[in-house]
Nanobody, 125 residues
């Protein structure tokens, strides 16, 4: 069974940076064929897609939510089966629990695997 483990969150002041990691286990070279996404969910709000990285076979195109464009960077280490999210110029509005998952190509907006526990990011003003 595929497991997703997010880490790297914490408390940071506005303007600071964090790098989140998502380690994928229970599968082979997932990044070869899967589009991988970072999501976040703030208290009282729905989970939203933050960044997307197309599969290696799909060309590796990145897409970002408008709210994080130019500040966040999604990347991966294929041999380590690890996905990253570099977050710079953090703002209080970025406070949320961050999750990773693979896109379910057969379902618009769907995800392929059970959600991990997420990692909390808190940005103080």
């Amino acid at each position: 069974q595929v497991q997703l483990v997010e880490s790297g969150g914490g408390l940071v002041q506005a303007g600071g940076s964090l790098r989140l990691s998502c380690t994928v286990s229970g599968t082979g070279s997932i990044f070869t064929v899967r589009t991988m996404n970072w999501y976040r969910q703030a208290v009282g709000r729905q989970r939203e897609l933050v960044a997307s990285l197309a599969s290696i076979l799909g060309g590796g195109r990145t897409v970002y939510a408008e709210s994080v464009e130019g500040r966040f960077t999604i990347s991966r280490d294929n041999p380590k089966n690890t996905l990253y999210l570099q977050m710079n110029s953090l703002q209080p509005a970025d406070t949320a629990v961050y999750y990773c998952n693979a896109a379910d190509e057969s379902s618009a907006g769907g995800v392929a695997f059970p959600w991990g526990q997420g990692t909390q990011v808190t940005v103080s003003s």
